[in-house]
């Protein structure tokens, strides 16, 4: 074999560089550690006899060697991501592996009990969950099914719409507010980005009283178990929980609808249909989800 042939983790080094601009974010990408992307790098340049990238304090820009090695690095990415669909979409049986991505709040109230019992249902295929309240690229494989709330899903995903989430004001139930005084709200933060919230807050004229905040539904909702305030939970969160009691109706301008998303080659996998239909008859006996059903 060239001694100077590029093999594919070649270009996986450098498209990881090229894209997160640092050897730091470029290790967090490939799993390895930082050092052995320097290493890697350093090889690469050695093997072709060209700088592929130029070194500053600001981090790691392409030469122009190295943004065409970069771009072609791109392209075989994509074709190798959309021939592993392609084949993966091939799997009739209902076996192997499944990535879930879901929020913390989603996997807390409602999804963890249906997760163990898919689980009792069909042990041949194994879970892996990611938590978070960030939309995984599924295009790239990073997870193969998503639920989550959303009014506008993805357009290039597919899917159902799984039920729709209600949410209404919630107070710890054994608070006391003092006569007189305004009750102390719990709120989110700017990192939490939810602005339907933030508005309907300042509508009501309570944003004032807010003097807690937390960057996921899942603090504001500890917060209010633990006597901070009050504040709006999604339903399925709130009306199980002794330690919390509504305050009035449900607040129509904040209800989102719940989606189970996938990507369009992953449509017909045994494991991914098995699963969104299991998890979808589960949601069906909720009497939280089952208005938009």
Known sequence: MNEQALQWDDLRIMLAVGRSGSLSGAARTLGVSHATVFRRLRDIERRLGVRLFERSAGGYAPTPAGEDLVVVAGRMETEILEAERRVVGRDLRPSGSLRLTTTDTLLAGLL?????????????????????????????????????????????????????IEQAVYAPRNAVDEEGDAPAWVGPDEGMT??????????????????????????????????????????????????LTRIGETVPALATSLWGLTHPDLRRVARVTTFMRFVATALEAMPELRSEL
């Not at 892996?128 to 960030?134: C, G, I, L, R």
């Not at 960057?215 to 009306?239: E, F, K, N, Q």
């Open 194 to 243: 939810y602005r339907a919230l933030e508005r309907w807050m300042a509508e009501q004229d309570v944003e004032r009283h807010c003097h807690y905040r937390a960057d996921s539904l899942m603090g504001m909702y500890i917060a209010v178990r633990d006597g901070m305030g009050r504040a709006v939970l999604p339903c399925y969160l709130g009306d199980g929980d002794a330690r």
């Open 112 to 164: 963890s009990p249906i997760l163990v019992a898919f689980r009792r249902e069909y042990p041949a295929i194994a879970l892996e969950v990611s938590v978070s309240n960030q939309l995984f690229d599924l295009s790239r494989r990073e997870a193969d099914v998503a639920i989550r709330p959303s009014n506008t899903p993805p357009e290039h995903l597919v899917g159902r719409c799984l039920g729709r």
